[in-house]
């Protein structure tokens, strides 16, 4: 039996439109047709990848891949190819992919239910920041570990402008404040506040309350270094440390593209700076198993940063959770891989 693998960078975006019948945005659309190889990465021998109807199979994809997978589409997937399929692997759920693999002959078998969906988008808000953040940050003091870092939630404007001052004049932080939709991805749904707010920012805040019922609010703080500790969350409730990431961002928190290493090396650059990873690590899968309690059974990461202080160099040990595959986490699979990356994967790395 096999595994259908689906690249489908809607996911955030659908998560925030909570229907199966969302129309994803153009950029998803093009990342969909011009990427929809890149489970190829990961995916073990005689495994299935369904490309979208419009996108073309590269002509530099190595043979390596032809070899290994089957590239399907929504017409090859009869009852034989189901019959052939034991279980589903998005690059994150949410019910507009549920309801694309439904169109597409998917047994309910294969696919969440309706509570595990729900319980999969609570999760995949940024509230699971603000939840974990500071069980990290205590955890971590215990262990003699000096963090940084502070995760809110604001659901009206009163509780935002609150947050927003209280959040300028927070420790080792630069003045600024970051302001985060709870459904986003890669920097979008970002936006920084340095002073008084103006009218745009000030109308932005009031959609994204009325809209997702709530907008994280952070410190802004001098990062040095962006890193993430990749895990994959077992079906009994475990939390499996995957590795190291390290990656690049914009000023706002967009994501601009990660280093292609093996871990030895990684861990070396970290260890410049920082030297607790084996404590970060174990703290990490303790606190994550505990706070998704068996909700939750596939790839996840967790964005960090190493910040500049007066003190010296500190860990903000959460900038955020993504509970789906992520950059972080193909980068670990394309760093162990023994063929060349195909130039259609190249911009995903900067």
Not at 3 to 19: T, V
Not at 47 to 68: F, G, H, N, Q, Y
Not at 310 to 338: K, S
Request: proline fraction near 6%; include cysteine; charged fraction near 20%.
């Amino acid at each position: 039996m096999s595994a259908l693998h689906i690249f489908n960078p809607s996911h955030d975006e659908a998560l925030a439109a909570n229907s199966p019948h969302y129309y994803p945005s153009g950029i998803a659309r093009k990342l969909a047709a011009e990427w929809g190889t890149l489970p190829a990465v990961w995916a073990a021998a005689d495994d299935a990848i369904w490309l979208p109807d419009e996108a073309a199979l590269p002509a530099d994809v190595p043979p390596l891949w032809r070899d290994k997978v089957r590239f399907v589409r929504h017409g090859d997937m009869n009852t034989t190819f189901w019959q052939s399929i034991d279980r589903i692997e998005p690059w994150g759920w949410d019910r507009l992919v549920c309801q694309q693999l439904r169109k597409a002959g998917a047994p309910d078998s294969l696919l969440p239910t309706e509570i595990e969906l729900d319980a999969y988008r609570a999760l995949s808000s940024r509230r699971t920041t603000t939840a974990v953040l500071p069980l990290l940050r205590k955890a971590l003091s215990e262990r003699g570990l000096p963090t940084v870092g502070g995760s809110y939630v604001a659901e009206c404007m009163d509780d935002f402008e609150l947050l927003t001052d209280q959040c300028a004049a927070a420790e080792h932080a630069t003045g600024k404040v970051v302001a985060k939709s709870l459904w986003s991805c890669s920097g979008r749904g970002v936006f920084v506040i340095d002073g008084p707010m103006s009218a745009s920012t000030s109308g932005r805040v009031k959609r994204l309350l009325r809209e997702q019922g709530g907008i994280e609010v952070e410190p802004h703080y001098g990062g040095v270094l962006n890193f993430a500790l990749e895990f994959n969350a077992l079906h009994d409730g475990s939390v499996r440390y995957a590795g190291l990431s390290l990656f690049d961002t914009t000023e706002t928190g967009g994501y601009t593209g990660n280093t292609l290493a093996p871990q030895a090396a990684l861990e070396r650059v970290l260890a410049r700076q920082f030297d607790g990873l084996d404590i970060l690590k174990e703290i990490c899968s303790a606190v994550l198993s505990q706070h998704l309690a068996a909700r939750y059974e596939g790839p996840l990461g967790v964005d960090m940063m190493l910040v500049k202080t007066a003190q010296g160099i500190m860990l903000h040990p959460c900038i955020e959770v993504n509970l789906r595959r992520t950059m972080g986490y193909v980068a670990l699979d394309v760093a162990r891989a023994e063929y060349d990356l195909p130039s259609v994967l190249r911009p995903l790395f900067g």
